[in-house]
């Protein structure tokens, strides 16, 4: 199942309610010529190389607890951020081919299509309607560094541009926060507001890379309740220090 993104009124200033969808080196004992018989020599293979990506159980141990957030919060179990396979409120078609990775995590949480390792959680507040959300993937640490280097650009360079949600018509603007955490090998904090007709969807936004792993939390909230920036600095903290200790044996 996959989370639907909370939609704001712009006119009535009314929101919509969550819609969760179903979404070893060994010895050589043989004898020869030019090698004595018992003599126990062993081959020197050197040290074993390292992963080149995390695996599964590793994204699955950067994911951020539901005690890692404030009270009031609770998991949404069997609920993800990948909109990819027909869910709702998709985000495709950007206007310029540069901020294609601001559309791409929107719809998936990822930044790269063909990902090794995946995991995601996602946390909603009690009687509100905010959501927090993470999302763990593992690459070859080139193809992670090339994916944090292009959406880097994006934030740089997007700062609004047009693309399709469901099929209409929406601006999408994005903006670089003002404070930058230093987590992991590299990381880059901002902020995406999409519009469509009279309806707009507001996201912090955290990305963290630790050798070839990445993980980008997600916090989508309604002009009603918490803005929920408490639950994902905290939530972005802990997914970063997880993420590099699930990564530090890779690659």
């Known amino acids: 199942m996959h989370v639907r993104p909370r939609w704001t009124a712009l006119l009535a200033l009314a929101t919509s309610s969550l819609l969760l969808t179903a979404c070893g080196g060994g010895s050589d004992s043989a004898s020869g010529p030019d090698k004595p ?78 990902h090794k390792a995946n995991a995601e959680a996602v946390f909603t507040k009690k009687g509100d309607q905010t959501t927090v959300a993470q999302d763990v993937s593992g690459y070859p640490r080139a193809e992670a560094e090339k994916a944090m280097a292009g959406l880097r650009t994006a934030v740089d360079k997007c700062a609004a541009f047009t693309a399709k949600e469901s099929g209409k018509n929406a601006t999408v603007k994005v903006k670089k926060a003002a404070q930058q955490p230093a987590y992991g090998d590299e990381s880059i904090a901002y902020a995406v507001t999409v519009i469509s007709g009279d309806m707009q969807m507001d996201f912090d936004l955290g990305t963290v890379r ?23 600095g905290k939530a972005l903290a802990k997914a970063a220090t997880k993420l590099t200790a699930a990564a530090s044996k890779t690659a």
């Open 37 to 114: 018989s018992g003599s126990g020599a062993k081959k020197d293979k050197g040290a074993p190389s390292a992963p080149a990506y995390i695996t599964a159980d590793q994204a699955q141990q950067a994911l951020v607890a539901l005690g890692d957030l404030p009270s009031g919060w609770q998991l949404e179990p069997n609920t993800g951020l990948d909109k990819s396979q027909g869910g709702e409120d998709q985000i495709n078609t950007p206007s310029k081919p540069e901020c294609a990775p601001i559309t791409m995590i929107l719809n998936t949480g990822r930044l790269v299509e063909d």
């Open 210 to 232: 630790s050798h070839g792993a990445i993980t980008t939390v997600l916090n989508n909230y309604s002009d009603h309740g918490d803005r929920g920036k408490e639950a994902f």
